[in-house]
């Protein structure tokens, strides 16, 4: 990619959105969102030195999310901005209480990065996984502002180690340090002569799910769904997940085995199409306002609780192996210590390749997967002993990769990238 393409995608991304907002609900949030941004970025100036934080979406954030939370507590006088470009980012974590501001970040461009640079006047700048910007990073770079790329990771088929690849490898070397998952990503960024500052620190979701597991989660009353039955947790569930379990539910109500269903989109239409596949299923909403828990089948119909309902499952399933974009985060549930079940798609994703490796996990094959599915369940139903000890590889393997938090702290502490 060149420079002019950049400059060029800059410029018409915004465009095609704005013409797309009249009809696309998350185009509208895009354009909307970054209307008068520099007007409310005016109450940032002068406030106190400052840490900036941005990621792509929900996924990069809950990534950073521990790395800022550490900041947080260990520099309480420095402030968080905290940035996403995806409107499902920031419509999710607006609200968040981990940073002092929240805000999308404007589209790339020399002037407005500059300008947006000298507002915030961040004194550290770490960007999530795999989220790149050339200006920003040009400008943070000339400005000598500390700037760091946390639980990157990178495979071959990526631009940055084509032929093309050019600028991508340009706004690596911005960075003055560079944390990735693994020796794969290590060992790439050492072909394109970017090594002297790149270190192995793991995955920060790791720490984060850790976490979240050993916290006390009673208040959302999530314990009142399990009462003396067995449950299995179908997270971030699409259509296709969805129609799978429908056609093995005749088989798992005649043994007692209630399903809670996490839809990943939680629109009135999907959530009542998932209704017409689960007849007699009830809402989470419907048991918010006192209703009794008398289905098989509950439909969770509010956003921030698949993370404390996998701890309730005799078996999770993660959603999205069946679809083109592929599974969804499998560390979520495996740290539970119970066997996770998954599609086929796995294969861009690698802690799902990894978890599957540990035999911690099973993907489902593609074709005749009900089948596939209601076999597994019924022998697991028979002997519990092969799935208990799925479940305790799911949760060692989770446990045994935790510290990228401790090991990016360190770096700042050591270098001094903050002080109280």
Not at 9 to 31: E, Q, S
Not at 46 to 54: E, I, Q, S, T
Not at 166 to 181: A, E, T
């Amino acid at each position: 990619m060149s420079l002019l393409f950049y400059r060029l995608f800059c410029w018409i991304y915004p465009v095609l959105l704005g013409l797309a907002a009249p009809f696309h609900p998350k185009a509208r949030a895009w354009v909307k969102g970054r209307k008068d941004i520099f007007k409310r970025l005016e109450r940032i100036q002068g406030n106190a030195p400052l840490v900036w934080m941005h990621c792509a979406s929900l996924g990069e954030f809950e990534q950073g999310r521990p790395v800022l939370e550490s900041i947080r507590k260990q520099y309480p006088n420095y402030k968080i901005l905290l940035t996403f470009f995806s409107p499902s980012g920031f419509e999710h974590q607006k609200n968040y209480s981990g940073a002092d501001f929240v805000e999308y970040l404007p589209m790339d461009g020399p002037r407005t990065a500059k300008r947006f640079i000298e507002f915030v006047d961040p004194k550290l700048v770490i960007f999530v996984k795999y989220e790149f910007w050339f200006y920003y990073l040009k400008k943070l770079h000339y400005r000598n502002i500390p700037l760091l790329l946390i639980s990157a990771y990178f495979r071959p088929d990526m631009s940055f180690f084509r032929w093309y690849g050019k600028l991508p490898r340009k706004m690596l070397s911005r960075f003055d340090h560079i944390f990735v998952q693994d020796d794969q990503s290590r060992r790439l960024l050492h072909e394109v002569d970017i090594s002297s500052n790149v270190e192995v620190a793991g995955d920060t979701r790791f720490d984060r799910v850790v976490e979240i597991a050993a916290s006390n989660n009673k208040s959302d009353g999530s314990e009142l769904f399990t009462p003396n039955s067995r449950s299995i947790v179908v997270g971030s569930s699409w259509p296709t997940d969805e129609q799978l379990w429908a056609s093995v539910r005749p088989w798992t109500r005649t043994i007692g085995i209630r399903l809670i269903l996490v839809p990943h989109e939680l629109s009135p239409t999907h959530i009542e199409s998932i209704i017409k596949l689960f007849p007699g299923a009830q809402k989470y909403s419907e048991i918010q306002q006192g209703n009794r828990f008398e289905s098989d089948v509950l439909i969770v119909d509010r956003i921030g609780l698949l993370a404390k309902l996998y701890r309730f499952a005799w078996v999770n399933f993660v959603g999205g192996g069946f679809n083109a974009g592929g599974v969804h985060n499998v560390l979520e549930a495996a740290v539970f210590g119970r066997p996770v079940i998954t599609g086929p798609r796995i294969e861009k994703y690698r802690e799902a390749l990894e978890l599957l490796a540990a035999s911690g996990s099973i993907a489902l094959p593609i074709d005749k997967a009900a089948e596939a599915l209601q076999k597994l369940l019924a022998e697991w139903d028979l002997d519990e002993s092969t799935a208990n000890e799925m479940g305790s590889k799911a949760g060692e393997y989770v446990r045994k990769r935790t510290g990228a938090v401790q090991r990016i702290l360190a770096y700042i502490q050591e270098n001094r990238l903050l002080t109280n």
